[in-house]
């Protein structure tokens, strides 16, 4: 992709401001909390506002044709929450989990998505997520450690993969700023119950998916996303589509096409508000994605703690349509698993 900015070592400057736009490769330093918050009348905020405005979260999701799983740490100030869950396509059967944590006191979030780890840490449960450099390419890993489970997954971004790395404007006095990941192999084992053989990632072909988001974000946020990623006549295939959080000014939307980075516009998502369950239609206003999404499963958080709220749903399932190059040539998308959200929050 052209039209981006080299990264700059810190997201926030010395000035307390942060630049806006695409960068070339990940932020290796987003820190946020050194950012200039401000009020909507334009005063500095306060210590307390500036600590429980902001936001961190961050999420693996792991696909394939025989499991897809789903992992997120995430910190609002005022919760620390964690959730997992490993679905298996063939026989329906979902295995989830969530955890919370009063001020976030059992999750520590890594502000590097190049180099640190992610830890929630609660009783016998522990999920990692941690970022490195070897050799100039970039690793993420995943660990989740509960009584009767193991997993543990490693996606390598080679130099040539582009991550969709931005910062937008959030409101009059905030940002996010965003790097994912999308369409790239996975290695790694989970092994479910004592004594059960290891699934081996790679035999599978399991690729994954990965997001890293900070900053001052709105108050009541709302959003959709889509993300996929497998393999389309021999060339893996990554998208992530979002409307609702990062659109002032940029999009975070876009496809990787055998790590190639491709932008694409504004999503539409068509679905039953009542009834998630039932097939969803996404399209982006280029025309380059035509997407019909058939849910299998839902992923559901809801809480109202009247200061904090949310109404989580992340579903699992099959994506059919087509996907349109800018040179005329089209991809199909047959049966190709991810993953779609709609979320509210309150934080």
Same mark, same amino acid.
């Given at each position: 992709?052209?039209?981006?900015?080299?990264?700059?070592? *810190?997201?926030?400057?010395?000035?307390?401001?942060?630049?806006?736009?695409?960068?070339? !490769?990940?932020?290796?330093?987003?820190?946020?909390?050194?950012?200039?918050?401000?009020?909507?009348?334009?005063?500095?905020?306060?210590?307390?506002?500036?600590?429980?405005?902001?936001?961190?979260?961050?999420?693996?999701?792991?696909?394939?044709?025989?499991?897809?799983?789903?992992? $997120?740490?995430? %910190?609002?100030?005022?919760?620390?929450?964690?959730?997992?869950?490993?679905?298996?396509?063939?026989?329906?059967?979902?295995? +989830?989990?969530?955890?919370?944590?009063?001020? =976030? *006191?059992?999750?520590?979030?890594?502000?590097?998505?190049? =180099?640190?780890?992610?830890?929630?840490? *609660?009783?016998?449960?522990?999920?990692?997520?941690?970022?490195?450099?070897?050799?100039?390419?970039?690793?993420?890993?995943?660990?989740?450690?509960?009584?009767?489970?193991?997993?543990?997954?490693?996606?390598?971004?080679?130099? $040539?993969?582009?991550?969709?790395?931005?910062?937008?404007?959030?409101?009059?006095?905030?940002?996010?700023?965003?790097?994912?990941?999308?369409?790239?192999?996975?290695?790694?084992?989970?092994?479910?119950?004592?004594?059960?053989? $290891?699934?081996?990632?790679?035999?599978?072909?399991?690729?994954? %998916? !990965?997001?890293?988001?900070?900053?001052?974000?709105?108050?009541?946020?709302?959003?959709?996303?889509?993300?996929?990623? =497998? *393999?389309?006549?021999?060339?893996?295939?990554?998208? @992530?589509?979002?409307? =609702?959080?990062?659109?002032?000014?940029?999009?975070?939307?876009?496809?990787?096409?055998?790590?190639?980075?491709?932008?694409?516009?504004?999503? $539409?998502? +068509?679905?039953?508000?009542?009834?998630?369950?039932?097939?969803?239609?996404?399209?982006?206003?280029?025309?380059?994605?035509?997407?019909?999404?058939?849910?299998?499963? @839902? !992923?559901?958080?809801?809480?109202?703690?009247?200061?904090?709220?949310?109404?989580?749903?992340?579903?699992?399932?099959?994506?059919?349509?087509?996907?349109?190059?800018?040179?005329?040539?089209?991809?199909?998308?047959?049966?190709?698993?991810?993953?779609?959200?709609?979320?509210?929050?309150?934080?």
């Amino acid at each position: 992709m052209s039209n981006h900015n080299p990264p700059p070592a *810190q997201l926030v400057a010395d000035n307390g401001q942060v630049p806006f736009g695409f960068f070339s !490769h990940s932020v290796a330093d987003i820190n946020g909390r050194d950012y200039d918050y401000r009020t909507p009348m334009g005063r500095p905020a306060s210590r307390l506002a500036k600590h429980f405005h902001y936001k961190q979260f961050q999420y693996f999701g792991v696909i394939s044709d025989t499991l897809l799983a789903g992992c $997120a740490l995430a %910190h609002t100030g005022w919760i620390g929450i964690a959730f997992f869950y490993v679905f298996e396509p063939a026989t329906g059967k979902l295995r +989830e989990h969530t955890w919370r944590s009063p001020l =976030g *006191q059992a999750l520590t979030m890594s502000s590097s998505p190049v =180099g640190g780890q992610s830890v929630f840490q *609660q009783g016998k449960n522990r999920l990692q997520m941690g970022y490195a450099v070897e050799d100039e390419t970039r690793v993420k890993t995943l660990s989740v450690t509960l009584p009767d489970l193991q997993l543990d997954v490693r996606m390598a971004e080679t130099p $040539a993969y582009q991550p969709m790395s931005l910062c937008t404007r959030t409101g009059i006095n905030g940002w996010v700023y965003a790097n994912k990941v999308a369409g790239v192999p996975v290695t790694g084992t989970l092994r479910q119950g004592a004594g059960s053989d $290891a699934v081996d990632l790679a035999a599978i072909g399991a690729c994954g %998916h !990965h997001d890293f988001s900070a900053g001052y974000m709105r108050r009541q946020t709302f959003w959709n996303w889509a993300c996929l990623s =497998g *393999q389309s006549d021999g060339q893996h295939i990554g998208l @992530n589509l979002s409307c =609702g959080v990062n659109e002032t000014s940029f999009t975070e939307n876009c496809l990787w096409l055998d790590g190639q980075l491709i932008k694409v516009d504004t999503t $539409a998502f +068509e679905y039953d508000r009542d009834n998630l369950l039932t097939p969803w239609r996404i399209r982006t206003g280029d025309g380059q994605v035509d997407l019909q999404f058939e849910p299998l499963g @839902n !992923h559901r958080e809801r809480m109202n703690l009247g200061v904090f709220a949310s109404n989580f749903n992340q579903l699992f399932g099959r994506f059919q349509g087509t996907v349109t190059l800018q040179d005329g040539r089209t991809i199909a998308i047959r049966n190709l698993y991810g993953f779609v959200e709609e979320q509210y929050a309150k934080w």
